[in-house]
């Protein structure tokens, strides 16, 4: 059981819990963070959030806009430090190792851990296939048969391969909405990373896109690790905390 809520705690509450997997059926944790503080200049956004993420699972997290939810998952792969002005406090534990080491690598660990943004972010200048193969190029991968088929494995992965593999050369800023987020989900896909965050990634679309976003995740789920902001509901089912059920409900804000 992913075993989040009860330890999360934020300026605002910021509810999680699990939704996947048989009760009671353990799987190793794969990210453990401890104590986290994040700041953006003075501004202290984060308080003290610790939280378990258990591989094959996806862990949830819900909360009010700006509570620090983004600023969180920024956290466990080492992309909150990229903004001027940002630091943070605490502990991040990955397989056990913490990522914010002296010898570790932040290019490294973002490789390890992928990130999907609330927006989907394209690379504006690349078609469809460059923009799944770029991560896997910036790693030194050039040949056209190996990136073939990541491109075409990532892209059946994240569900839109049956609806661009003819128009792979067209920009990725051609296809709709939804569409680019599933992209964006098979560029994060392409560099095989242990764990994938999912900042709202249905935010922006319409209910049968959502649906098929979060219907991937639990596909995805089978394969690596999951920890997805969210708004919907209804992909709660057992939630640990009963907060977390009022939250939901609207009873507790
Ligand atoms: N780049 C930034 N510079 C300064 N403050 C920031 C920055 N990004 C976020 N913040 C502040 O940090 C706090 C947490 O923001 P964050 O984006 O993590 O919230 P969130 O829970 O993801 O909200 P939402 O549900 O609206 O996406 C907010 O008060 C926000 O104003
Ligand atoms: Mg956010």
Redesign the pocket.
Same mark, same amino acid.
């Given at each position: 059981m992913v075993d989040l809520t009860g330890t999360v705690r934020s %300026?605002a509450f =910021?509810g999680a819990l699990e939704r996947s997997g048989p009760v009671g059926e353990a799987t190793p944790e794969r990210i453990r963070a401890v104590g986290l503080h994040?700041y953006?200049?003075r501004?202290h =956004?984060?308080r003290g959030v610790s939280l378990g993420v258990q591989t094959n699972r996806i862990t949830a997290i819900i909360?009010?806009?700006?509570?620090?939810?983004?600023?969180?998952l %920024?956290c466990l792969n080492r992309m909150h430090e990229l903004?001027p002005?940002?630091r943070m406090e605490g502990q991040v534990l990955l397989d056990n190792e913490d990522i914010y080491a002296g010898e570790m690598d932040p290019v490294m660990i973002r490789r390890r851990v992928g990130m999907v943004f609330?927006r989907a972010t394209p690379f504006p200048t690349m078609s469809i296939y460059d923009n799944v193969a770029a991560g896997l190029r910036l790693n030194g991968v050039r040949d056209r048969r190996t990136l073939d088929d990541v491109v075409e494995h990532s892209l059946r992965q994240a569900a839109l391969w049956d609806e661009v593999k003819d128009v792979l050369g067209r920009p990725g800023t051609s296809l709709s909405g939804g569409q680019q987020q599933r992209l964006c989900i098979a560029r994060a896909l392409a560099v095989q990373p242990e764990v994938l965050l999912m900042?709202?990634p249905a935010s922006a679309l319409d209910p049968a896109s959502t649906l098929k976003i979060e219907g991937l995740a639990r596909i995805l789920r089978d394969q690596l690790t999951i920890v997805l902001?969210t708004h919907n509901a209804d992909l709660f089912t057992r939630p640990r905390d009963p907060r977390t059920e009022d939250y939901i409900t609207g009873r507790f804000g």
């Open positions: %300026r =910021a994040a953006f200049g501004t =956004a984060v909360g009010p806009s700006g509570c620090g939810k983004s600023t969180v %920024r903004v002005g940002a609330q900042d709202e902001v």
